[in-house]
């Protein structure tokens, strides 16, 4: 029988305490975890603080994907680093702060003047002003264009992904300390026509090169894989008139088996969490009390999803043993409050079989209602081999097919 992958084992060892496991590791696959690396949420005061002296968290706009509000960071290279220095390391750390959709676009209008809401525009002076203080402050556009590539594609005269990816672009020209002292003007050194008119030709190839990009084509399948789930959850939760979490997300968990070929399982920790009190969690609310927008609701509900998951991957990125530490901007405040339940714990990462997994702050009492609502027959599904097979399945989902799970759901609601 293949023995599970020492991720695998070593997610499980940190998630129980399970010190036995760990030594059994140490002792007879110790040349397999050289390629390891971790970062465990902690209070203890010698641990990194996430924040990394950038006040980003001060807003409530910015939610960081780690719980924290400090952090152990576990590599081969810390451990080298540490055994040189009789135990002080330097841990090398990147960041982003990454915009979704609606921040992006209200982010854009404010730097062209457009007219929006002064409550828009008064969150998005907020979160400049945390780079006009800080520097060292970087923002990245890459989930909404994952989301927005698409309309382009889909038709050429849509303007809205270019427009907003050269607003990003100038913000390299912005003069910051103009900005903080006076945030009702924005000086770029030149009229705003002829910064954007130069920085065109190169966002216009950037996109253009994004159009066939595989990586967002995955995300794109993914997000539609995940809307299928959301109506799949809409209609279980409206067929019930006496609501069996459990049961729930026993059908959920089989649906995903026998009808999507990948188990999201970041997606049923988010549902599960949001429904297992008393009070749902505010961000389902489309799905449980579904109206004529259900559908355009589920699809933007995916895809905040998707946008996590991609915080997910970018947690993975590293440069010779760097850690990067993801946070989210976004006006949607279901959304934040959502995220702010359910923050990563710890992570693994298995650079070697670019392999990852994410413990969230239930994640055991998760682990458990999952393994209690499966069943006999779903149990057959977990040896490793199998996990393996799933794990190579969600990485070669297509969009046609996800779009046939996704009308085949909204049939049922018509």
């Known amino acids: 029988m293949t023995q599970p992958p020492v991720v695998d084992i070593l997610f499980r060892a940190i998630l129980s305490g399970d010190q036995a496991a760990l030594r059994d590791l140490e002792t007879y696959r110790a040349a397999e975890c050289v390629g390891l690396r971790s970062v465990i949420s902690t209070d203890h005061a010698g641990a990194v603080a996430l924040d990394l002296g950038l006040g980003a968290t001060s807003s409530i706009y910015v939610t960081p994907l780690f719980e924290g509000p400090r952090a ?4 081969r290279h810390i451990s080298v680093q540490a055994r040189l220095t009789s135990g002080k390391t330097t841990v090398p750390l990147d960041y982003s702060l990454s915009f979704d959709s609606n921040f992006a676009e ?4 404010t730097l ?15 979160v400049l002003m945390l780079k006009a203080k800080n520097s060292r402050v970087q923002f990245d556009v890459v989930p909404f264009l994952y989301e927005n590539v698409r309309l382009v594609r889909d038709n050429e005269n849509n303007m809205r992904p270019l427009n907003t990816l050269i607003a990003f672009r100038m913000l390299d020209h912005l003069n910051w300390e103009a900005f903080r002292n006076d945030p ?25 090169d994004l159009f066939a990009n595989q990586s ?33 997300l026993h059908e959920l968990l089989q649906f995903c088996v026998s009808e999507l070929g990948f188990i999201p399982t970041t997606e049923l920790s988010l549902i599960w969490s949001g429904i297992r009190n008393k009070e749902v969690a505010p961000f389902f609310g489309p799905v449980i009390n579904p109206s004529a927008k259900l559908f355009k609701a589920a699809r933007g509900m995916a895809w905040d999803m998707t946008h996590l998951r991609l915080m997910e991957q970018t947690a993975r ?6 850690f990067f530490i993801p946070h ?17 714990r710890f992570m693994v990462v298995d650079d070697a079989r670019n392999s990852m997994l994410l413990a969230r702050t239930h994640e055991l009492t998760f682990q458990e209602a999952l393994h209690e609502c499966a069943g006999e027959t779903f149990l057959g599904e977990v040896n490793a081999e199998k996990i393996e097979a799933r794990r190579m399945a969600a990485q070669s989902i297509d969009v046609a097919t996800m779009q046939q799970r996704v009308a085949k759901e909204e049939q049922a609601w018509r």
């Open 216 to 248: 967002i084509v995955h995300h794109e399948a993914k997000s539609l894989g995940i809307q299928a789930l959301l109506l799949r959850f809409a209609t279980l939760w409206r067929n019930q008139s006496k609501r069996d979490i459990g049961r729930i």
């Open 72 to 75: 152990f960071f576990i590599s």
């Open 317 to 322: 990125l590293t440069q010779f043993g760097s």
């Open 106 to 109: 209200k982010m854009r209008a």
């Open 328 to 344: 989210f901007v976004s006006i949607d405040e279901r959304w934040r409050t959502l995220l702010r339940l359910n923050p990563v």
């Open 112 to 126: 062209n003047g457009e007219k929006i809401q002064q409550a828009d525009h008064d969150r998005v002076i907020e």
């Open 184 to 208: 009702s003007r924005f000086d770029f050194g030149v009229p705003a026509d002829t910064l954007k008119a130069s920085l065109r030709p190169d966002a216009e190839a950037f996109l253009t």
